[in-house]
């Protein structure tokens, strides 16, 4: 069965911290790959996608991701945080036998000012 | 375009109240998604559509809850009688599947209080 784990369930950090948040999957086919955003009282937000092409994908607000087939990773990255990246962050993957993400339990980003 | 839309964004009903939420995918889009969002539980898919035609409702808890989707663009999740467990957000998502990918876009949710 498809699935998705993130590694980390709560991160705190402080403005200006690196951050690295892990998602692996399993799944035997051609996958999409997914990392979502939901900021407090709101609604989820694409950060970045991956389908096909150079591994690494850039994403918005300086988000980046990495796809590593053989380890079967997808692990979201930031050089630098701020304040306002605290949200709560989702992995997820697309598969096209059914047309449905399947999404990860998610991390939430705490940054200290 | 607008995106997803959904209303009502927040409902506060009593305990065996009936309660219909509504959505409207972004037009185009073939697919639909019911999502709801609890502190305890977390994000789970509820249902989905393709082309109106329900494709997999083994996320619905129980026999409570139905979906409809009488056209491409609108769906309604329901609940009947409504419980106090059901309190949480639900997400309505649409997607598009150009090219293999499924890119989802959410709507901004239900708030719903049962009471």
């Known amino acids: 069965a498809q699935s998705v784990s993130q590694h980390n369930h709560h991160v705190i950090l402080s403005e200006a911290a690196s951050l690295e948040l892990g998602c692996n999957y399993s799944?035997?086919?051609?996958?999409?790959l997914f990392w979502y955003v939901q900021y407090p009282g709101q609604h989820l937000q694409l950060l970045l996608k991956?389908?096909?092409?150079?591994?690494l994908v850039k994403g918005i607000k300086g988000f980046e991701a990495e796809f590593i087939k053989s380890k079967f990773s997808f692990n979201l990255r930031k050089p630098s945080v701020q304040w306002s990246d605290t949200a709560e962050y989702f992995c997820a993957v697309g598969s096209s036998n059914t047309g449905k993400l399947i999404f990860g339990q998610g991390t939430t980003l705490q940054v200290k000012p | 375009d607008a995106g997803v839309i959904q209303s009502p964004r927040h409902e506060v009903t009593e305990m065996g109240q009936e309660v219909t939420l509504r959505c409207k995918p972004i037009?185009?889009?073939?697919?639909l998604f019911w999502y709801r969002q609890t502190m305890m539980r977390g994000l789970e898919l509820l249902i989905y559509f393709n082309n109106n035609v329900p494709i997999d409702d083994s996320g619905m808890p129980e026999d409570r809850f139905s979906a409809k989707m009488p056209n491409a663009s609108f769906s309604t999740l329901k609940i009947q009688p409504s419980e106090p467990r059901d309190s949480a957000v639900y997400f309505c998502a649409s997607s598009f599947t150009d090219r293999g990918t499924y890119e989802q876009y959410f709507g901004p949710g239900t708030r719903l209080t049962v009471t």
């Open positions: 037009s185009g889009h073939d697919y």
């Open positions: 799944y035997g086919g051609t996958v999409n």
């Open positions: 991956y389908f096909s092409g150079d591994p």
